[in-house]
């Protein structure tokens, strides 16, 4: 009897109707899935106190994210565009940690950051583009 592996799980919670970002969770081989779906990637690394974007724009709609913590602190992400009050939240990563998802961002400049007490004082922050 074979056994026949099943595709990894992605669960994404969207919440097109009311307007929020989608924002998907994800395993390291649904991430590359869920990257590939996505129409844009953008990897964001997080290094005391800097963060550092594998590009500065983006094509609206799904984008695929990979937040790496590769400091020595905790770092968490948070994502908004400008004149927006809402946010995507990235969870806090641990040092050499990394988390995998898809968002949807419609155009405009977006602000990155770290919350964490004084880190985006310190730097840790960063200007997005998302065009059509």
């Known amino acids: 009897m074979s ?6 799980l992605v669960v994404i919670a969207v919440a097109a109707a009311t307007g929020l970002p989608m924002i998907g969770f994800a395993s390291s081989d649904a991430a590359l899935h869920g990257a590939a779906a996505a129409g844009s990637h953008l990897q964001v690394i997080q290094v005391e ?61 977006y602000e990155l950051w770290c919350s964490l007490p004084e880190h985006a004082r310190l730097g840790m922050h960063a200007k997005l583009r998302v065009v059509h």
């Open 49 to 109: 106190y800097r963060l550092m974007l594998s590009r500065g724009t983006v094509k609206a709609g799904r984008v695929g994210l990979e937040a790496i913590d590769r400091g020595m602190d905790p770092h968490d992400l948070r994502v908004r565009r400008l004149a927006s009050r809402r946010e995507i939240v990235v969870p806090e990563l641990m040092p050499q940690h990394r988390w995998d998802g898809v968002v949807y961002l419609k155009p405009g400049i």
């Open 3 to 8: 056994k026949r592996k099943l595709p990894p």
